[in-house]
Structures are given as structure tokens and as C-alpha cells.
């Protein structure tokens, strides 16, 4: 059966810390991209970070570029984005998405149901 299953998120002060995690089971891997996406109530699924779990390529959205960080450990096929410096406007459902390319949404095979981060300003 496949899962993303996604932890870390709470509720945290602006200019807090958060660390999500996603643990992906189920199925053979084929060491493209996991990807990070968020959605605002009212906005689109915008992509936020993606790890090439082959190697070490990354990439961010321009607007967490400083910010956020993203990680992996291949041994647990477990992703982490590390966010800092958190904005109210980052407040948002985080969806992990797995064997994808880059930020790009409709490459992605699998993903995950979110975890909720919110952030009071």
C-alpha cells in the first residue's frame, strides 16, 4: 500500500520553527524528486521545496529562499523541510508529493494527505 505520511505540523508564533517530516512506504522507489506543496484556503497548490533523492539537488520556491531548508535520509525514504523565519503568510495545508520533478505539481505519482501549519503574526 502506498503512503506519504507526513508529520511536523502545528501551530507556532511568527518567526518560529517548524520541522515536517514525510515517510514515504509502499512501493519501489525510483530516486526522482519529493516535493514539498502548500495550499491557502481560497489559493492554488503552489510548490514549495523538492529534494532529488538520488543526490542532493534542491529546489525552492522564490518565496521561502532563505528560509526554509529541505533534507532527506535515504535510509528511511523520510524527507525534511526545515522552516524558519516562518511568515503568517505561510500558513497553509503542506502536502509531501513523491516521484516528481522539480516544483512541477503534475509530475508527481504520489501524495500525501498534509499536515496543517499555521502561523499566528
Known amino acids: 500500500q502506498v503512503q506519504l505520511v507526513e508529520s511536523g505540523g502545528g501551530s507556532v508564533q511568527a518567526g518560529g520553527s517548524l520541522r515536517l517530516s514525510c515517510a514515504a512506504s509502499g512501493y519501489t522507489r525510483r530516486g526522482n524528486w519529493m516535493g514539498w506543496f502548500r495550499q491557502s484556503p481560497g489559493k492554488e497548490r503552489e510548490g514549495v521545496a523538492a529534494?532529488?533523492?538520488?543526490?542532493?539537488?534542491?529546489s525552492y520556491a522564490n518565496s521561502v529562499k532563505g528560509r526554509f531548508t529541505i533534507s532527506q535520509d535515504n535510509d528511511k525514504n523520510t524527507v525534511y523541510p526545515r522552516m524558519n523565519i516562518l511568515k503568517h503568510e505561510d500558513t497553509a495545508m503542506y502536502y509531501c508529493?513523491?516521484?516528481?520533478?522539480?516544483?512541477?505539481?503534475?509530475?508527481?505519482?504520489?501524495w500525501g494527505q498534509g499536515t496543517q501549519v499555521t502561523v499566528a503574526s
Open positions: 529534494i532529488y533523492t538520488s543526490g542532493d539537488l534542491t
Open positions: 508529493a513523491d516521484e516528481g520533478r522539480l516544483l512541477l505539481q503534475g509530475s508527481y505519482a504520489y
